[in-house]
């Protein structure tokens, strides 16, 4: 989640192309002029080239998604030679390109969350769950998710919709944070999230972390602290959150520190 910085939300990214996205991110969220952008593309094209060369990459920099695989090519002997001669001129953009793949996770994420709880108020309206009780002795594992065609490890609804009715449609914050009536529940309105988020999956091969003891009952307005609250709020929040999940987890067999927990909300 990036801190201390304010960024414009991109409507209508295209994910088949995501050279133009990029340059667009870069002229309208990092007000990068537009010969710049020109000069930045072609150098992430030149590491491109150096890695295809000695055969570190068989793709594409822009068809690569993963923003700790492009920190690695910084490390590159021949990208820092070049960089180095060129002051930085290569490393720049790559870092560049570092922020707007974590800015597309965050978006994301987020765009996830909603069709999440959008999911889980239809299935509560239509009373498809009983009272749910947590069956610890389970270890479910991540062959049981789908992973959606951008990457992201899709929610269970009915497993997040459990997640709620257990919190009694609380905030897990504080039961006080009060909403409004749902009409499509008539309960208090709340919206599920994921203590460890769910694209960390791809760090817990074993085990399965879209179940209800790492799902969160929180009010909309804790939710979007949590997504995009300042460093000391967030903070607060898994410390708490933390403490209180940190047993149900280990139960399950995801295990998980407190300070590893914070560095993945705190990773730019």
């Not at 996205?21 to 072609?42: C, S």
């Not at 389970?138 to 459990?162: C, D």
């Not at 749902?182 to 999230?193: D, I, L, M, P």
Request: net charge neutral; with cysteine.
């Amino acid at each position: 989640m990036k801190k201390g910085v304010i960024m414009k939300k991109i409507e209508n990214l295209k994910n088949d192309d995501v050279e133009a996205d990029f340059a667009k991110w870069l002229l309208l969220n990092r007000g990068i002029k537009e010969v710049t952008i020109k000069k930045y593309l072609g150098a992430i094209r030149t590491v491109e080239n150096i890695l295809n060369s000695n055969e570190h990459l068989t793709t594409k920099i822009f068809e690569i998604s993963d923003p700790e695989l492009i920190e690695s090519f910084k490390n590159n002997k021949e990208v820092q030679e070049i960089d180095k001669r060129g002051n930085r001129m290569y490393t720049v953009p790559l870092n560049h390109y570092i922020k707007f793949l974590y800015y597309l996770k965050e978006i994301n994420e987020e765009s996830l969350d909603d069709q999440l709880n959008r999911e889980v108020e239809d299935i509560l309206m239509n009373n498809e769950l009983r009272k749910p009780t947590l069956k610890r002795s389970k270890i479910s594992t991540p062959t049981e998710m789908f992973v959606t065609k951008t990457n992201y490890y899709k929610r269970n609804p009915i497993k997040a919709a459990n997640a709620l009715i257990l919190a009694n449609f609380n905030c897990e914050i504080a039961s006080e944070h009060k909403t409004f009536t749902s009409r499509k529940t008539g309960e208090n309105f709340v919206e599920a999230h994921h203590l460890i988020p769910m694209n960390q999956q791809k760090n817990y091969l074993e085990v399965n972390i879209d179940v209800e003891e790492n799902i969160i009952a929180l009010c909309p307005n804790c939710h979007r602290m949590i997504h995009s609250g300042k460093d000391f709020e967030v903070s607060t929040m898994l410390n708490k959150l933390w403490q209180m999940r940190n047993e149900g987890l280990i139960e399950k067999g995801v295990n998980i520190s407190l300070n590893k927990l914070k560095k993945m909300y705190f990773e730019e």
